[in-house]
């Protein structure tokens, strides 16, 4: 089992939409988590940090759920231009390295 | 730009050659990273970098991989006697000591022939 898993995608969603993705993780010792956004053949870019008590960053709102050990990302709104790869990021304290997931491909449709 | 720099962006080779990959880091970042990337995959962590000291390697760096940092500044890795498995996205990341937020470089694509 991965570390880290991601439904892959792609979701395909029409503009204006809201769309939601988990990512799970297997390492209850994971203490911090981030969701990055990478674009085709570039380079991944933090999106926003995961904190426990959850955070919204305009159209995006970012959950923990510490106890089935998973983290969501929702997007309200939709844009064409957030057509892009989401990456699920989780940090271990035991050895202070980020755990990458595989990413979930989003296309958002006119 | 003071964002984190890769050079080349692209690598093609032969089979056998070797190749080195420069990253420079946001400067008053003091941890350097090493990721590879595959298609269809997150980022696989190779080694990192706190100043000028190796601090942790992953077992996917095999013996023809070397990464330095002699200075603290930038970094070089090496990969010798290139594999066609070799082919991939070379990402370069950094960050404060303490700060786990990682600011990427455009990354190197590699491709053996």
């Known amino acids: 089992r991965k570390e880290v898993e991601q439904d892959p995608g792609p979701f395909n969603v029409p503009e204006g939409a809201t769309v939601a993705f988990n990512c799970t993780y297997s390492n209850s010792a994971s203490q911090s988590f981030f969701w990055y956004r990478q674009d085709c053949r570039k380079e991944p870019k933090l999106l926003m940090s995961v904190y426990s008590s959850g955070n919204e960053d305009g159209r995006f709102t970012a959950q923990l759920n510490r106890a089935s050990q998973y983290i969501s990302l929702l997007i309200r709104d939709s844009k064409l231009s957030d057509s892009a790869t989401y990456l699920c990021v989780v940090l271990s304290y035991s050895n202070y390295q980020l755990i990458w997931g595989a990413g979930t491909k989003l296309i958002i449709k006119p | 730009d003071t964002g984190v720099s890769q050079d080349p962006r692209h690598k093609i080779t032969k089979r056998g050659q070797n190749v080195t990959f420069r990253c420079d880091p946001i400067?008053?970042?003091?941890?350097l990273y090493w990721y590879r990337q595959t298609l269809g995959q997150g980022p696989e962590f190779l080694t990192y970098f706190q100043n000028e000291a190796q601090l942790e390697k992953s077992r996917l760096l095999s013996d023809r991989f070397s990464a330095e940092r002699p200075k603290g500044s930038f970094s070089t890795l090496e990969i010798q006697r290139t594999e066609q498995g070799d082919s991939a996205m070379y990402l370069c990341a950094s960050s404060h000591e303490g700060g786990y937020t990682q600011y990427f470089g455009p990354g190197t694509r590699l491709t053996v022939l």
């Open positions: 400067s008053e970042h003091n941890r």
